[in-house]
T-cell receptor, first 115, second 116 residues
Framework: LAKTTQPISMDSYEGQEVNITCSHNNIATNDYITWYQQFPSQGPRFIIQGYKTKVTNEVASLFIPADRKSSTLSLPRVSLSDTAVYYCLVGDVRGYGGSQGNLIFGKGTKLSVKP | GAVVSQHPSWVICKSGTSVKIECRSLDFQATTMFWYRQFPKQSLMLMATSNEGSKATYEQGVEKDKFLINHASLTLSTLTVTSAHPEDSSFYIC????????????FGPGTRLLVL
């Protein structure tokens, strides 16, 4: 069961870099690490996905150490519109189903960006 | 690409009635679709997984006779809440997966259900 642990909440100011770390000590070999952003009353939005090392796209970077037991989502220069809940999801979509420990959402991290 | 839609976006119904929610992958074919439920200030909870042409797999504690799932095609899955009661009021979200290893699941915008 690839359970994830994230901080419940984080505060930041506009223009700062925000790093949110997720712990997943029993990640399996086939598991990918995916981060989603969710605004109130909306479905989660895909941010970034990775398997190992570093992944970067136009909105974020994902750092994964060699042991893959944790991952860090990095949001550069956040703005007020980045205020949302961020979820780290660890699993292999092919092995779908909560009974297999995949696709289980943790509690997420509520990021509040202040002016 | 990878757009998932849901219809309706919100629905209010009387207790005892049935409500159908549609989930469509607009620009890709989805091997698998997932249904989640989210209560206020809580995380998403997986309800069931459905593959086109197969019976859905329900998570423990989810009543399959109450939450009927039909995955009629590679672009459409429906969730029917039968004999809805106020405790079924929630935010229902679907997601779709293309079927490749590296591909993530893409989520719909959600459907807010209020049962009076």
């Amino acid at each position: 069961l690839a359970k994830t642990t994230q901080p419940i909440s984080m505060d930041s100011y506009e223009g700062q870099e925000v790093n949110i770390t997720c712990s997943h000590n029993n990640i399996a070999t086939n598991d990918y690490i995916t981060w989603y952003q969710q605004f109130p009353s909306q479905g989660p939005r895909f941010i970034i996905q990775g398997y190992k090392t570093k992944v970067t796209n136009e909105v974020a970077s994902l750092f994964i150490p060699a042991d893959r037991k944790s991952s860090t989502l990095s949001l550069p220069r956040v703005s007020l519109s980045d205020t949302a809940v961020y979820y780290c999801l660890v699993g292999d979509v092919r092995g779908y189903g909560g009974s297999q420990g995949n696709l289980i959402f943790g509690k997420g991290t509520k990021l509040s960006v202040k002016p | 690409g990878a757009v998932v839609s849901q219809h309706p976006s919100w629905v209010i119904c009387k207790s005892g009635t049935s409500v159908k929610i549609e989930c469509r992958s607009l620009d890709f074919q989805a091997t698998t679709m997932f249904w989640y439920r989210q209560f206020p200030k809580q995380s998403l909870m997986l309800m069931a997984t459905s593959n086109e042409g197969s019976k859905a797999t329900y998570e423990q504690g989810v009543e399959k006779d109450k939450f009927l799932i039909n995955h009629a095609s590679l672009t459409l899955s429906t969730l029917t809440v039968t004999s809805a009661h106020p405790e079924d009021s929630s935010f229902y979200i679907c997601s779709a997966w293309r079927g490749t290893k590296q591909e993530t699941q893409y989520f719909g915008p959600g459907t807010r259900l209020l049962v009076l």
